[in-house]
């Protein structure tokens, strides 16, 4: 048996005469699968650009006003102390954000009109601001609606011996 395996004579492999028009053919397939990816992205690219609504940039908007601050934090307060009080009720209501969003944007609204335009000189500290900067915009209407559920989820978490309160 030894001497029958001597005799075999070690394989060996074909040549592919092939192998060289199959990679290049491979590497043109990968290269066309690119430029297909690349264009779908393009596409998807200026699909994308064309919905996007940047008329909001295009003016200068202010955002941190006096009736953000005032707005907020009376939102802020009211969410806490709603949330609060019925917390500690039998029967439950949920104070979220929508009940700012729902209230504040005709009292921005409003705000928006009827405060004076004029703007204001503290001197001796060196600031100016306007109480009526321009509209009630977007920007504002969401940093207050933030502000207000910041007061909501605040009014949940904390307990009595925090706030010294009993309901």
């Known amino acids: 048996m030894s001497s029958h395996v001597s005799q075999l004579k070690p394989r060996t492999k074909p040549i592919n005469e ?4 199959y990679q290049q053919l491979r590497q043109e397939e990968e290269k066309l699968n690119d430029r297909d990816e690349t264009r779908q992205y393009e596409q998807q690219a200026r699909k994308f650009s064309e919905e996007i609504n ?3 940039d295009i003016d200068y908007e202010p955002v941190w006003t006096f009736r953000v601050l005032l707005l907020g934090l009376l939102s802020f307060i009211f969410l806490i ?3 609060k009080y019925y917390l500690h009720e039998t029967s439950e209501c949920v104070v979220s954000m929508v009940w ?3 209230f ?3 009292i921005g609204f409003i705000m928006g009109k009827k405060l004076p335009r004029r703007k204001i000189y503290l001197r001796p500290i060196g600031l100016e601001f306007a109480l009526n900067p321009g ?3 977007k920007k504002e209407y969401a940093l207050i609606s933030i502000i207000g559920n910041i007061g909501a989820v605040y009014g949940g978490l904390t307990s009595d011996f925090i706030l010294n309160t009993s309901f």
Do not use: G, K, L
């Open 54 to 56: 940047d008329e909001d």
């Open 104 to 106: 504040v944007y005709p």
């Open 81 to 83: 102390i709603t949330t």
């Open 100 to 102: 700012v969003m729902v």
């Open 18 to 21: 092939y192998a060289s028009t």
């Open 135 to 137: 509209s009630f915009n």
